[in-house]
Nanobody, 125 residues
Framework: VQLQASGGGLVQAGGSLRLSCAASGGTFSGYSLGWFRQGTGKEREFVAALRWGNSNPFYEDSVKGRFTISRDNAKSTLYLQMNSLQPEDTAVYYC???????????????????WGQGTVVTVSS
């Protein structure tokens, strides 16, 4: 599957952005999907995920209550609605997919199989 992330940009603290990740080349509904981010000089970190066939989302603690992950299987698109953005949310955001990932490995980047190219989110104070 190929992934194409979009929707990043520059926003002031407290603002909102919605990221999208369009998928092609695979049966979208059969994939677990996730978002990671990587700040300058930092390791790639887990943000949120949705397992295939399971509507319950998983979030990194710092984004709970502010970010919402969702998927539209008919459009083969993954979303990340980001509200109340803070400067510490500044990063390159990557979407990812896997058909085989297990629950205990959702937060591990190397456990995911397919990655989009990343979209830059910059939050000014």
């Amino acid at each position: 599957v190929q992934l194409q992330a979009s929707g990043g940009g520059l926003v002031q603290a407290g603002g909102s952005l919605r990221l999208s990740c369009a998928a092609s080349g695979g049966t979208f509904s059969g994939y677990s999907l996730g978002w990671f981010r990587q700040g300058t000089g930092k390791e790639r970190e887990f943000v949120a995920a949705l397992r295939w066939g399971n509507s319950n989302p998983f979030y990194e603690d710092s984004v709970k209550g502010r970010f919402t992950i969702s998927r539209d299987n008919a459009k083969s698109t993954l979303y990340l609605q980001m509200n109340s953005l803070q400067p510490e949310d500044t990063a390159v955001y990557y979407c990812t997919a896997s058909r085989t990932i297990i629950l205990s490995s959702l937060r591990v980047p190397s456990s995911w199989n397919y990655w989009g190219q990343g979209t830059v989110v910059t939050v000014s104070s």
